[in-house]
């Protein structure tokens, strides 16, 4: 179970559920037509000596009804990357990946010149990312700038002594992140986030709804997913289910305008037919979304 101030690596508590998200990065990558490619994701699961995820990678065999192999993170990451390019063709040339557990999009992406990415993250697993690049001689496309902090922590401080410029417009993402922060953190977050946004920012979310019974979906899933490598990640011990905020609405009161898309519409948007699911997961797809909220004052481009 979570407990204030409670820390993890990449192969334990929050931090598996990144390694997991690698993994389905990485099968995604190995796709004849794949929505995103990630390199990175591969070396990262390799470097865990996680026996489960490098088994998934490994044998193809062991995929087949793998909620990591169902293209879902194909569209989350594809939907990121999106928001972070828009975002650069439209002049901002400041990034902050919030949670960024083993996202390698300072590497991957093509950043234009001037770009600094902030990556905030556990101690413990930007430590492991680093050492993993390193190890492969990994070049960043960007001024990228590790700073080790707790999300549910002051963590604004750090990111200006990491030289953050808050009269700068910038991109945000909070990517699979919500869920594991308690309510009242969520909406530290999004106060942080708005009070540091120049006019010209954006942030990137997905959020589940608020109606959706998480007891029941994990319990399916507990049972759904028993042989995967996702077994012994307890979401229920994971997730925050306490009273919180609803994006949309938070930033609506405080002036941004949002723009949410669901699952479906991402998959028509990229041309992708979404999977067949058991009946059980459906509430959960259709109860998330990807939102994209911007400070409707603009920035002149670069």
């Not at 400070?295 to 481009?301: C, K, L």
């Amino acid at each position: 179970m979570r407990t204030e101030g409670d820390t993890w690596d990449i192969v334990s508590s929050v931090g598996a559920t990144a390694l997991g998200v690698a993994a389905a990065r990485a099968m995604e990558t190995e796709e004849p037509d794949a929505l995103v490619r990630d390199d990175y994701a591969a070396l990262f699961v390799t470097a865990s000596r996680h026996e489960g995820m490098n088994r998934l990678l490994d044998d193809p065999s062991v995929r087949d009804g793998s909620m990591l192999s169902s293209g879902m993170i194909g569209l989350r990451t594809k939907f990121y990357d999106d928001h972070f390019l828009a975002a650069a063709a439209d002049g901002v040339r400041q990034a902050v990946i919030l949670a960024a557990g083993l996202d390698a999009r300072a590497y991957r992406l093509p950043w234009p010149a001037g770009t600094v990415v902030f990556e905030l993250d556990q101690p413990k697993v930007l430590e492991f990312k680093r050492q993993v690049l390193a190890d492969n001689d990994a070049v960043p496309a960007a001024d990228r700038r590790e700073i080790p902090v707790d999300l549910r922590d002051d963590w604004p401080a750090a990111l200006l002594d990491a030289g953050f410029d808050p009269s700068a417009p910038t991109a945000w993402t909070a990517e699979g992140l919500l869920p594991y922060l308690p309510g009242a953190a969520q909406n530290a977050l999004f106060e942080r986030v708005e009070r540091l946004s120049a006019p010209g920012s954006r942030l990137a979310l997905d959020a589940l709804s608020s109606s959706l019974d998480l007891d029941k979906m994990i319990d399916f899933e507990d049972e759904y997913m028993k042989n995967s490598p996702m077994s012994g990640i307890d979401l229920r011990g994971l997730f925050y289910t306490d009273d919180r905020a609803e994006p949309e609405a938070w930033f609506a009161a405080h002036g941004w305008t949002a723009t949410p898309v669901t699952v479906s519409e991402l998959a028509v948007r990229y041309d992708r037919e979404l999977p067949k699911l058991p009946e059980q997961f459906e509430a959960m797809f259709q109860g998330s979304r990807f939102v994209t909220v911007a400070n409707p004052r603009t920035a002149p481009s670069a």
